[in-house]
């Protein structure tokens, strides 16, 4: 609004010399200097000052001294570290692929839907709005020993069985939890992504004697590609980014501390701005790193995509 | 609640589907010659698996929130009484309206400054003159990969000495941040959808292009624009790690899921599970009311941030 009512006053001498008020080149500078100054300020700089203090050691809050690449060192030879890492990338692998398998099955019964279309497209959107944290509480209280509902639901497993409290299996039950709020989420991207293959390439194919298997080797995967490539992308950097369920669910214990949750840990539990923020920035490197690799894979195909 | 969900209230809304979607519809009653009973059964059957998948969880939520008594909540029966709403008053006596305000409050305020300055952002993207257009978007999605946790170390550090921690723009204004990358991608592919040729239009009848794009554009992207509202609004309410770290005990300021995460009984290890699961259910239901309603704006705004990228 600010701007609706000071520009048209600031720039009134070269609007004779072009048209009225703002031209829009300078319109386009002046739209998008808020987002830039935001994720400036509130975005790189905090990486940039991460770096800077993790170079400094500390006791406690107070800065102790200039520390060089000692908090990094520190990182590199603590175990906790390296769990963390496997921790991460576990997690992220297993949940990815579950969910992918999953929301493909729920995308494809969903296209072939005959009814409650509409009906199905809202309920599949009720994991997604449920708060991780709440999805977390739920399903701690469910896999918990008292009540013990999932130990009374499963044939062959003992009632004293504690999920949460086993590794591996804590880990197997942060890794369900996140499948059942995000194979809908992914079903939802795939659908839309389904809904735009035309019927006709099926009937063609149908018409050429292909088996259902075969139409989909042949016709939906192949269209599908792109929809399922961005899908991954967002997908594999949010799963790295994980701490809402580990965090709720076991607190870090038995194998599942994530990076996330392990920067944390340095922030408020036991406070060592230095070497928790050496943590922050590798953690910032991997899963960027992560990402660019997708994108720059991502870039190829789709603009394969787009010349077949 | 079904009410805006029916098939029937669906079947007009069709229009803005790819016209993929009637034709899928035709083509099941065209082979439905081929369809057998069974292949009805078995669809119906797979359908009712995806309900009780996004469903039953919810369920044994409700069911476990309404039980009284530890006798009752250490049973693993669902069914097992007796049933009341002791849990929802406890709930209610630990302040837990305060920890719903405060959400509402950061959510609020993040969604109005993220919106109007990702419109902003979204429309110079989509329709400006602007240089380097493919390396803005490229910037845009680097940002959206940042993961929040490697901000938090310096912002922590910064906060405290500003004095930010425990207060409401220590929360959105980092929300603000990891929102925006994901409302400007939705709002480009909202705003390249409005045909140039109302803009042009406006231009010729003497407009500046900031009235062309407040009085022209921005009406006709409203359903885009408030699609975006939503999906921010959404991401707000959700967010535990910030609002943990920034705003851990203090009830002023506290939200709502750290106010869940942190519940505890007579012990600090203890979970009290009947007023965990009557909290949970308090913050879901206004959340899954409100998806129902907008569902349709919701997946349009997903898609398009998502599967457009």
């Avoid at chain 1, 062959?156 to 039950?173: C, Q």
């Avoid at chain 2, 039980?67 to 097992?80: C, Y």
């Avoid at chain 2, 535990?240 to 007579?266: E, H, K, M």
Wanted: charge should be negative; hydrophobic fraction near 50%.
């Amino acid at each position: 609004m600010a701007v609706e009512t000071e520009t048209p006053v600031t720039e009134r001498q070269p609007e004779e010399s072009q048209h009225k008020g703002m031209s829009e080149r300078q319109l386009a500078r002046v739209f998008v200097a808020p987002s830039v100054i935001t994720m400036v300020v509130v975005a790189a700089f905090p990486i940039i000052f991460a770096i800077f203090l993790s170079l400094y050691a500390y006791q406690g809050r107070q800065q102790t001294g200039f520390a060089g690449l000692g908090n990094y060192i520190e990182a590199f030879t603590d175990p906790r570290f390296w769990d963390s890492v496997i921790a991460t990338f576990v997690f992220t692998v297993a949940s990815v692929t579950f969910e992918f398998l999953i929301g493909m099955g729920f995308a494809l019964i969903m296209n072939r839907a005959f009814f409650g279309r509409g009906v199905i497209r809202a309920t599949i959107l009720i994991p997604w709005v449920i708060p991780t944290v709440i999805s977390a509480q739920m399903w701690f209280n469910m896999f918990n020993i008292t009540p013990g509902f999932v130990n009374s639901v499963l044939p062959f497993v003992p009632a004293d069985f504690n999920w949460l409290g086993t590794e591996n299996w804590a880990m197997f039950a942060i890794v369900f939890a996140d499948v059942w709020k995000t194979a809908p989420f992914v079903a939802l991207l795939l659908l839309a992504g389904l809904q735009t293959i035309p019927e006709d390439l099926y009937e063609a194919a149908r018409v050429d004697g292909a088996s259902a298997i075969q139409r989909f080797r042949s016709v939906t995967l192949p269209l599908l590609k792109p929809a399922i490539l961005v899908a991954l992308l967002f997908r594999t950097v949010d799963a790295l980014r994980i701490y809402d369920l580990p965090a709720v669910m076991t607190g870090g214990a038995f194998g599942t501390e994530t990076l996330s949750v392990l920067v944390q840990q340095f922030i408020v539990q036991t406070p060592d701005p230095g070497l928790g923020s050496a943590f922050s920035t590798l953690t910032f490197i991997v899963v960027l790193g992560v990402g660019i690799v997708f994108v720059s894979l991502l870039g190829r195909d789709l603009v394969i995509g787009e010349e077949e | 609640m079904s009410e805006p969900v029916t098939p029937t209230a669906e079947a007009p809304q069709r229009d803005d589907q790819p016209s993929t979607s009637p034709g899928n519809g035709g083509s099941a009653g065209a082979v439905s010659g081929a369809d057998s009973t069974g292949s009805r059964i078995a669809k119906t059957v797979m359908l009712l698996i995806i309900f009780v998948w996004c469903l039953f969880p919810f369920v044994w939520l409700i069911s476990t929130s309404l039980k009284q008594g530890n006798e009752a909540l250490g049973d693993p029966n669902m069914f097992q009484g007796p049933f009341g709403i002791d849990n929802y008053r406890i709930v209610f006596g630990e302040g837990f309206l305060y920890n719903l305000r405060n959400t509402l409050v950061v959510a609020t305020f993040t969604t109005i400054i993220c919106v109007l300055i990702g419109a902003f952002a979204g429309y110079a993207l989509a329709r400006l003159p602007l240089k380097r257009k493919a390396l803005w978007l490229s910037g845009v999605l680097a940002a959206s990969l940042f993961p929040p946790v490697a901000l938090i170390p310096a912002l922590y550090e910064v906060w405290r000495a500003l004095g930010l921690l425990n207060t409401y723009p220590g929360l959105y204004i980092p929300y603000v941040s990891f929102t925006l990358p994901l409302t400007i991608f939705i709002l480009v592919t909202f705003f390249s959808s409005i045909p140039p040729e109302l803009a042009e239009a406006a231009k010729v009848d003497g407009a500046t292009p900031f009235q062309t794009f407040f009085r022209v554009v921005l009406p006709l992207a409203a359903p885009g624009v408030f699609a975006a509202a939503i999906i921010v609004f959404i991401f707000a309410t959700n967010e535990f790690l910030i609002a943990s770290t920034f705003a851990p005990r203090d009830l002023s300021v506290q939200t709502a899921t750290t106010a869940v995460a942190f519940f505890t009984g007579a012990t600090e290890f203890e979970r009290p599970i009947g007023t965990i699961t009557a909290a949970c259910v308090v913050i879901s239901v206004p959340l899954i009311i409100m998806t129902l309603i907008f569902q349709r704006r919701i997946v349009a705004g997903l898609t398009a941030g998502g599967v457009k990228g």
